[in-house]
């Protein structure tokens, strides 16, 4: 088979025989079961591959949706551990006690107000319904600019089911400025501040691999925080770390002084109540 074709490149024109460019190799995210395994390795060469749910297996199982399925468990892996970073970040503030200067509404409570009511958790529950109301909705308007396929495609970009790359967040300026928002906003959600708007794909690469590194942790991290605040002692190492206690459903976001709001009572009514 060599000698085929060592003799076919004789008789090959001159121009044919041009050195080939060599094409530039861009890391990119994992869109396949294959290189979803390839990643793994590369993120903890000590553990490898690790896949106790079987997600490469049922990819691979739905050829048509290989790349669908794959890439939404990506993007759910990076985005879930950005929160996780954020909030793991935000236990630690907010347990040693600081919090912004001033009132938090015009009928005068106070951000003090918020932070002496004990931990994290406890400080959610003493938000005022309406403060509640506007975070859980700021959070789904962030999430509806991540998913909007035209806001994507007018960035050179695809959805994340679709071939495009997991993790990817659009800006604010240009097309969702000029057909969604009318007043510009001053930052991005990622990158505010343009530290990596320069970066090589390589860099961009190596910085997205050590982001999910630190997601994983960071997930790790803030479970542990939320476990050993419930229930004292049931997380080895944070034995002796001193968290306040809350005897509250972090799962639940409202609480019977939200009652106000439609439906609360109802899904007070039905929850779960765990002893402890």
Known sequence: MLSIQQLSLSYAPAAALTTPRTARVVPQMANTADDLETLAKELNPVVGYWDPLGIGKIAKALPADEQATIGWWRHAEIKHGRVAMAAFVGFCVQSNGYH????????????????AAGGPGDQWDALPTWAKVQIICAVGFLEAIGELSPVLEANGEKHYVKGGKPGYYPPFSGFFNEQYWPHPLPLNLFDPFGFSKNASPEKKAKGLRAEINNGRLAM?????????????GSVPGLAGVDLKSYSGEYMGPFTSADTSLPFVQDMLNIAPKFPF
């Open 220 to 232: 790790l991290g803030i479970f542990g925080f939320v476990s050993e605040s419930r229930v004292s």
């Open 100 to 115: 912004l200067p001033g009132a938090l509404t015009t009928s005068g409570v106070t951000y003090a107000d918020i932070s």
